[in-house]
């Protein structure tokens, strides 16, 4: 089977898909952005698994380019897969972690059994990667780990909430 990617503009907590990521922090018990978002329209039952995980397997928070599920909630999907990117830093190139976060969120859909799983642009906000650059880690990460799990997914939908960042990711998937 073919995996599509696709690209829409808009609200990533809208999206009718099996596995919605979120750009989380590693705490998992929310902030803004993204995050904000899924917990305000997913309600308390993401929060609630959340603080369980917390508990019981990342005391110490989940690190940076690591991936877990919880429940969607009210969300029209069936799990959210968060993720914690990278703070950007001009010092230090942690595209690496970017990249890991694409990759985890993908081995955590497929271990669930996620068909259809939608990005946002993960580290582009409040942690401030510029968008280009994130755009062409997102789809070259996307475009190698659904080369080697040519099964295990129908699409992928990179959603983005505005015109710049929808631009970057037509470029990133313009080139090869
Ligand atoms: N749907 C789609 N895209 C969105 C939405 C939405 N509802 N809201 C924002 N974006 P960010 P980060 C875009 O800041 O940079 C949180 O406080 C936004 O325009 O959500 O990884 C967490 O708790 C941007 O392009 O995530 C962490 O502390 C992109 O999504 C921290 O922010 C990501 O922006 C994570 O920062």
């Given at each position: 089977?073919?995996?599509?990617?696709?690209?829409?503009?808009?609200?990533?907590?809208?999206?009718?898909?099996?596995?919605?990521?979120?750009?989380?922090?590693?705490?998992?018990?929310?902030?803004?952005?993204v995050d904000g978002?899924?917990?305000?329209?997913?309600?308390?039952?993401?929060?609630?698994?959340?603080?369980?995980?917390?508990?019981?397997?990342?005391?110490?928070g989940l690190p940076?380019?690591?991936?877990?599920?919880?429940?969607?909630?009210?969300?029209?999907?069936?799990?959210?897969?968060?993720?914690?990117?990278?703070?950007?830093?001009?010092?230090?190139?942690?595209?690496?972690?970017?990249?890991?976060?694409?990759?985890?969120?993908?081995?955590?859909?497929?271990?669930?059994?996620?068909?259809?799983?939608?990005?946002?642009?993960?580290?582009?906000?409040?942690?401030?990667?510029?968008?280009?650059?994130?755009?062409?880690?997102?789809?070259?990460?996307?475009?190698?780990?659904?080369?080697?799990?040519?099964?295990?997914?129908?699409?992928?939908?990179?959603?983005?909430?505005?015109?710049r960042s929808h631009?970057?990711?037509?470029?990133?998937?313009?080139?090869?």
């Open positions: 089977m073919h995996t599509r990617l696709t690209l829409t503009q808009g609200d990533i907590t809208q999206q009718t898909v099996d596995a919605v990521v979120n750009a989380a922090n590693s705490s998992l018990l929310g902030g803004g952005g978002a899924i917990h305000r329209r997913g309600g308390p039952e993401i929060l609630a698994e959340c603080r369980a995980l917390r508990a019981s397997r990342y005391g110490r940076t380019g690591q991936a877990v599920a919880t429940t969607a909630g009210r969300l029209p999907a069936r799990w959210v897969i968060h993720t914690v990117g990278p703070v950007h830093s001009a010092t230090e190139d942690r595209s690496d972690l970017l990249a890991s976060c694409y990759a985890q969120a993908l081995r955590t859909a497929a271990e669930l059994g996620a068909r259809t799983v939608a990005f946002p642009a993960i580290s582009t906000g409040v942690y401030r990667w510029p968008i280009a650059d994130a755009a062409r880690t997102a789809v070259a990460t996307v475009r190698a780990t659904v080369a080697t799990t040519p099964e295990a997914f129908d699409e992928i939908r990179f959603v983005v909430f505005d015109d631009a970057a990711y037509q470029t990133a998937l313009a080139e090869h």
